[in-house]
């Protein structure tokens, strides 16, 4: 498929092909190819992709995957009625993990000082409206089972365990809202770009690229918990210190504001992970799915007192100075 995409739609020969993540990829002359297929993208948010990839590849960031023009000038293809758009990287390097954080700043603050506004991939301010919105078809599931025999273990655990996890969630956007109400954002709380689900993956790998169909425009809070979120779960006895060093690398950029502090707050207690491992049970078709979610689940609500300690003392295990920040704690855990 990305021979014959390249060489008719983009006059590139392919050297060698590759994969970068669940991609096909190719070299040609030393630089990266990379063949994203994009559905039925509207070409409003193909446009604003591809500027404000532009934009941060020209301020510095050459990491950034730029999308490639096709012979007929467009910057997508079609080919046996799918949409493709081809991503080039001229620097074919692996991801040195070392001061992440430090990374992650600048590539915020670079983010930043996108010269437009945002429309499209925007997700400032719709945290509360998405919350609610999933919680409440969630809450409505469990409603219409409440009357109904529970026909397996895993219907027996979402029954017992959701009215706890409905009111953690509860908690986490009357933190947001509160946030909101109380607290006035600074510099370092304007919309930049971020990650749907920023972790210690997203640029490891064989290639060091920064793909722009990832990216989303949010506050910085929420790459900063998504990541916190996934190094917590990888192990929870041992995240202490990389937590504590990955918000100091950060800082060393910008520092993070109360309100920022707040956000990432408010985000790491909303209780993503249930709420995730609940939705893909009850969609999924494969029995072998089913068994791995259930077995996520019980871990899961095993680990609940594990978490809550967690949440408990994330500000102190960041050094986030409460008292002088007037941070609001939450005082059930």
Known sequence: MIKKILSTKYGIDVEEETRVGHYEACISKGKLYTIVPVGNIEEEELTERDQIAAHIYQIGDKHVSMLLES??????????????????????????????????????????????????????????????????????????MLYKQPESEFDQLFLESFPYYMGIAENAIQYLVDTELDDDPTAVDSGTICYNRFTKDTWAGEYYIKNPFDWVFDHCGRDLAEWTRDRYFRNIKTYHREVKTFYEEYQSVMPLSSFAWRLIYARLLFPIHYVECIENYYSAIQEADRLFLEERLKKMLSQSRDLEIFLKEFYDNTEVPVKTLKIPIVSWL
């Open 71 to 144: 012979k007929e000038g467009s910057k997508h293809t079609e080919m046996n009625e799918q949409l493709y758009c081809v991503l080039m990287n001229e620097r074919l390097r692996p991801f040195q993990s070392r001061k992440l954080g430090r990374k992650l700043g600048k590539f915020h603050f670079r983010g930043r000082t996108v010269p437009f506004g945002v429309q499209k991939i925007s997700r400032m301010g719709q945290w509360k409206s998405m919350w609610e919105q999933r919680l409440g078809q969630l809450e409505g599931f469990w409603n219409s």
